[in-house]
Nanobody, 118 residues
Framework: QVQLVESGGGLVQAGGSLRLSCTYS????????MGWYRQAPGKQRELVAG???????DYVDLVKGRFTISRDNAKNTVYLQMNSLKPEDTGVYYC????????????WGQGTQVTVSS
């Protein structure tokens, strides 16, 4: 069964840091580009960071310079290091293929909640 498990979220003050982890259980994730998505309250889920199979990364402007995505295929894990957090970073964070692969577009983990207080 295809599975994604996110962890590492929490409540942090503005300016603080968190490191998110996502473990996956299927080779389809290991063999595809991966990303971290954020769903802010009342908003659509959006891609904020992506990483290719060979490690090239890309970020939306809002998080560039503050977030770092990485992956360890040997551990079937994708990470998101988040520094200098802002209240607008608040939301539920998910990982999945990026762009969404047809085989995984309907497969989402429970996500991990990040709350940044001002």
């Amino acid at each position: 069964q295809v599975q994604l498990v996110e962890s590492g979220g929490g409540l942090v003050q503005a300016g603080g840091s968190l490191r998110l982890s996502c473990t996956y259980s299927d080779i389809i994730f290991r063999s595809n580009n991966m990303g971290w998505y954020r769903q802010a309250p009342g908003k659509q889920r959006e891609l904020v960071a992506g990483i290719t199979r060979r490690g090239d990364t890309d970020y939306v402007d809002l998080v560039k310079g503050r977030f770092t995505i990485s992956r360890d295929n040997a551990k079937n894990t994708v990470y998101l290091q988040m520094n200098s957090l802002k209240p607008e970073d608040t939301g539920v964070y998910y990982c999945n293929t990026a762009p969404l692969h047809p085989a995984t577009r309907d497969t989402w983990g429970q996500g991990t909640q990040v709350t940044v207080s001002s």
